[in-house]
């Protein structure tokens, strides 16, 4: 009887995260959701050689952790309390800059983290804004 009443209840979660997965998918591209649902990277660094970590004019916080060895990035990671798109930006962020040394990674912009998440909607284009910002800041702190 127990088992039958988890199986309604998963059911249940099921439809409900379908009936949520559509809603998002007039909005945002099947990247943004791929990559809000399962995000890269996502926590910190014990000491990290450079980290950011910025409130956008929204409220949101992005952090970006880095672990640099000589031109190249080691390990990255990020935290947000941000929006689903900042989860996404973040998550994606740190991918772009995998296995890139430090001069390709400045000149990384927000319009090829836009891009490269298949595109935001306009009131999200500040969630880029924020993670690009906070991976300069972020390279900016570095012990050079
Ligand atoms: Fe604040 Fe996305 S809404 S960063």
Redesign the pocket.
């Given at each position: 009887m127990a088992r039958d009443k988890d199986s309604e209840l998963d059911q249940f979660v099921a439809q409900l995260q379908n009936e949520i997965d559509d809603e998002a998918r007039k909005i945002f591209s099947e990247k943004v959701i791929e990559e809000y649902k399962h995000p890269y990277h996502f926590g910190t660094i014990e000491n990290p050689s450079a980290m950011a970590k910025i409130k956008?004019w929204?409220?949101?916080t992005m952090q970006i952790f880095l672990k640099i060895n000589g031109d190249r990035i080691d390990n990255a990671t990020f935290f947000t309390d941000?929006?689903g798109?900042?989860v996404a930006c973040g998550s994606m962020v740190i991918k772009l800059i995998q296995n890139k040394s430090i001069e390709e990674i400045e000149k990384i912009t927000k319009e090829d983290l836009k891009n490269a998440l298949d595109g935001l909607p306009p009131e999200?284009a500040?969630?880029a804004e924020?993670t690009i910002n906070t991976l300069k800041a972020a390279l900016e702190s570095r012990s050079k």
């Open positions: 956008g929204c409220g949101d941000g929006c798109a900042t999200n500040h969630c924020l």
